[in-house]
């Protein structure tokens, strides 16, 4: 269910009634975290479109190589991007579906608090 849903709230009720697992719990604060740095949600926003090796992003982002690296890192950790070998570097993108959408997400619910417009819901 997104944000700008307008699903009956009664069909969806069941899943709200118990708490997730704690250890879902902690990653997902680990991956909110991660997203709470605004140079990682700038890099894992241009992942979500398309792959990058680390000097790619560091000439989009405007910021140091081995910024971005360690940036990369973490996000790699939290399991938010994933890398694959091209001969000799390092090429990341965003780890499925489920990144897009909670970046997406977050974006769309950030510009409702900047614009004032409130949701649908």
Not at 42 to 54: N, S
């Amino acid at each position: 269910m997104y944000a700008h849903d307008n699903t009956d709230v009664a069909e969806d009720t069941g899943r709200w009634e118990q708490l997730p697992p704690a250890e879902h719990v902690d990653a997902a604060v680990e991956s909110f975290r991660m997203l709470a740095d605004p140079t990682r949600l700038r890099l894992l926003w241009l992942l979500c479109g398309a792959e990058y090796d680390v000097t790619g992003l560091a000439e989009a982002i405007g910021a140091a190589r081995p910024a971005v690296s360690q940036h990369l890192a973490k996000l790699r950790i939290a399991g938010l991007v994933a890398t694959r070998r091209d001969g000799r570097r390092a090429v990341y993108r965003a780890r499925g579906g489920h990144v897009r959408r909670l970046l997406a997400e977050a974006l769309e619910a950030a510009g409702h608090v900047v614009t004032g417009v409130p949701d649908h819901d």
